[in-house]
């Protein structure tokens, strides 16, 4: 593969269940970024990661924590869904001070 | 804090026709500057940036944007578009330092035959 993978492409999820989106880049970029994207609101940043071990908070990210264990895989965890959190949720990485940033394909998910 | 607005949710174009679509942004500090298209059901690409050096920045399809310091602007333009550039385009800002981006809410770019 190469660039960003997403999974799952799309989850149904009742309210109260925890949920990990899965996000892996294979093009041993340094700093990773989880986003969401809400109609009339852009892309807002949930989390980052500037390098393996690292982890730091963006615009939105109460109902959310990341990890990141490695360069490759940045997972993003809702540890309790709430219907709030109905977006569609992009991966996206950048090599270490290019600033240009390589998306994923994005997981659409539905909290009922 | 840095903020970008996109003057207009929707632009409804003919083909070949020009398209100008309008960015602005606020920022302290010096920025880079990015627009990036969504096609349907797909991730977003980076269509072009200002990092440095000329204020003119170029794309391979033929838009094009222009940063304008005085105004805080980076508007991004085609002198004739094609269905195909049917898409979602965001405007997008950078400080430079921490890598994080800040986008406006996006422009609907819809081309019609």
């Known amino acids: 593969i190469a660039g960003i993978t997403q999974a799952p492409t799309s989850q149904i999820l009742a309210a109260g269940r925890r949920m990990t989106l899965r996000c892996t880049q294979d093009?041993?970029?340094?700093?990773m970024y989880w986003y969401r994207q809400d109609l009339g609101l852009g892309l807002r940043l949930i989390h980052y990661s500037n390098t393996a071990g690292t982890t730091g908070k963006g615009e939105v990210p109460d109902g959310y924590s990341v990890s990141r264990a490695n360069t490759d895989d940045f997972p993003l965890t809702l540890a309790s869904a709430v219907p709030s959190q109905t977006s569609v949720y992009f991966c996206?990485?950048?090599?270490?001070?290019?600033?240009?940033?390589?998306f994923g394909p994005g997981t659409r998910l539905t909290v009922l | 804090a840095q903020s970008v607005t996109q003057l207009d949710s929707q632009v409804p174009v003919f083909e070949e026709a020009p398209v100008e679509l309008r960015c602005n942004y606020s920022s302290s500090v010096s920025v880079y500057l990015f627009w990036y298209v969504q096609y349907p059901n797909q991730g977003l690409q980076l269509l072009l940036k200002?990092?440095?050096?000329?204020?003119l920045v170029e794309s391979i399809n033929g838009f094009e944007a222009e940063f304008n310091k005085s105004q805080t602007s980076f508007h991004l333009r085609k002198p004739s578009v094609h269905i195909s550039d049917t898409a979602e385009y965001f405007c997008?800002?950078?400080?430079?330092?921490?890598?994080?981006?800040?986008f406006g809410q996006g422009t609907t770019l819809q081309v019609k035959p």
């Open positions: 996206a990485s950048s090599p270490q001070g290019t600033d240009t940033q390589y």
């Open positions: 997008a800002v950078s400080d430079g330092n921490t890598g994080k981006l800040i």
């Open positions: 200002y990092l440095s050096g000329s204020t």
């Open positions: 093009m041993r970029h340094n700093a």
